[in-house]
């Protein structure tokens, strides 16, 4: 088969272009069908009768120009056309009418989807208390929730697999290109030292990192660097990390077993189990990380997501 003759059969069994159908035009032709008469439509939709007839000449001749209804001497009667097109015009204004709905859901906040993630010591109190509070008032929203640290929350925040991003200014994650992002302020918090009750230092009102010098550290790295204890090292030393340990309440228990100290954001202070002791650590040794909600900049975000952003600062007021 020469190149000519095999172009021919691509063309010939290609699918035919769909038309192009005016949604009016299959609502007309819905009314008819249910009513079987121009007349009852016309009267049922408010028109002329003229006008409906137009309606259907239009849409008979958009599918090829067969006859879509048998002009009766009283009303109309489908005709093979017309049934076979019947089930497709119900099915396409049924999801239409679907899809109304659907984005009358988003604008009142009765429906849709809101995707948000936030750093671990977000999700100890601020998060859940600002789940519960908004579920309250938008039941119908779903919420869908990540964990992670600050840079790969802003990354999926950028390839638009989150819509929110609750994220942290600790250890310089926000110095980069942001750009990309708006941020919505929420918080500035302090930090405090867990320590055994039985420290030295645990009757302390605040104490100054550089008293911390000698401690064993409990730390989610063995590296100052892009955590809570990269402060350390502008005050002149290097944290002795004796236990890297990821989840925040094994950190706890190492404390509490008087294995090292570590520090514990505001944040996360009410969480904190009874048989350790939190000191406040001074704001000019270790200023205060921001809190901030992230949402790409340039990308329109889901309706919910400013509601959302008010229940988070209402658990601050």
Same mark, same amino acid.
């Given at each position: 088969m020469d190149q000519i003759a095999q172009t021919q059969v691509q063309v010939q069994t290609q699918a035919p272009t769909p038309p192009d159908l005016s949604t009016v035009w299959l609502r007309v032709f819905l009314d008819v069908a249910r009513h079987g008469s121009f007349t009852v439509a016309a009267r049922d939709l408010g028109w002329t009768q003229s006008a409906v007839s137009r309606q259907i000449s239009s849409l008979e001749a958009a599918l090829g120009g067969d006859p879509l209804f048998d002009r009766l001497p009283r009303g109309v009667r489908l005709t093979a056309h017309g049934r076979t097109?019947?089930? &497709?015009? $119900? #099915? /396409?204004?049924? *999801?239409?009418?679907?899809? =109304?709905? $659907?984005?009358?859901?988003?604008?009142d906040l009765t429906g849709g989807t809101l995707r948000f993630g936030a750093f671990a010591t977000a999700d100890a109190a601020l998060v859940p208390r600002a789940i519960a509070a908004f579920r309250a008032r938008h039941p119908g929203v779903t919420l869908t929730r990540e964990e992670g640290l600050t840079p790969g929350l802003l990354a999926r925040l950028g390839d638009g697999g989150l819509d929110l991003a609750i994220v942290s200014s600790t250890g310089g994650a926000l110095s980069g290109d942001m750009d990309a992002y708006e941020l919505h302020h929420i918080l500035d918090e302090g930090l405090y030292v867990a320590v055994p009750p039985a420290h030295p230092l645990a009757g302390r009102d605040s104490v100054r990192l550089p008293q911390l010098a000698g401690e064993d550290w409990i730390s989610g790295s063995a590296h100052a660097e892009g955590t809570l204890l990269? #402060?350390? &090292?502008?005050?002149? !030393? *290097?944290?002795?990390?004796?236990?890297?340990?990821?989840?925040?309440? %094994?950190? =706890? @228990?190492?404390?509490?077993? @008087?294995? @090292?100290? /570590?520090?514990?954001?505001?944040?996360? %202070?009410?969480?904190?189990?009874?048989?350790?002791?939190?000191?406040?650590?001074?704001?000019?040794? %270790?200023?205060? *990380?921001?809190?901030?909600?992230?949402?790409?900049?340039?990308?329109? %975000?889901?309706?919910?997501? #400013?509601? !959302?952003? $008010?229940?988070l600062r209402a658990q601050l007021s």
């Open positions: 097109l019947l089930p &497709h015009a $119900e #099915e /396409t204004v049924a *999801r239409l009418r679907a899809m =109304q709905r $659907e984005l009358a859901s988003l604008r990269e #402060e350390a &090292h502008r005050h002149g !030393f *290097r944290p002795r990390v004796a236990h890297v340990v990821a989840e925040w309440t %094994a950190k =706890q @228990g190492y404390v509490a077993a @008087g294995l @090292g100290v /570590t520090l514990v954001p505001a944040l996360a %202070a009410e969480s904190v189990r009874p048989d350790i002791t939190l000191i406040p650590v001074h704001d000019e040794d %270790a200023p205060p *990380r921001t809190v901030y909600a992230a949402t790409a900049r340039g990308r329109a %975000a889901p309706p919910a997501a #400013e509601p !959302f952003l $008010e229940a």
